[in-house]
């Protein structure tokens, strides 16, 4: 939750042996997030050195319960968080 809430900087491993270095600062990573990595997916077939984008799918699991500290905890760090 820490990291969905505040950013995260992954490694995930591709298909063809590499891996892909992902930087996601600048958004909140909701259940269901989809970042798109632009060239980074399967090779286009009828555009020869021409890649597709890949598309990094997040399961966001959340906490079933808090303690009153922690739930204190929340509160305060979301204090000034702007909603849409």
Do not use: C, W
Request: cysteine-free; hydrophobic content about 35%; glycine content about 8%.
């Amino acid at each position: 939750m820490s990291q969905a809430l505040r950013g995260v900087k992954l490694r995930i491993p591709h298909l063809d042996g590499t891996t892909k270095e992902v930087l996601i600062k600048d958004r909140v990573i909701h259940p269901n997030y989809i970042h798109r990595i632009s060239g980074a997916g399967m090779p286009r077939p009828k555009e020869p050195g021409s890649y597709g984008d890949l598309l990094v799918k997040f399961d966001i699991q959340f906490p079933v319960s808090l303690d009153k500290d922690q739930k204190e905890a929340v509160k305060k760090g979301l204090e000034n968080v702007k909603y849409k």
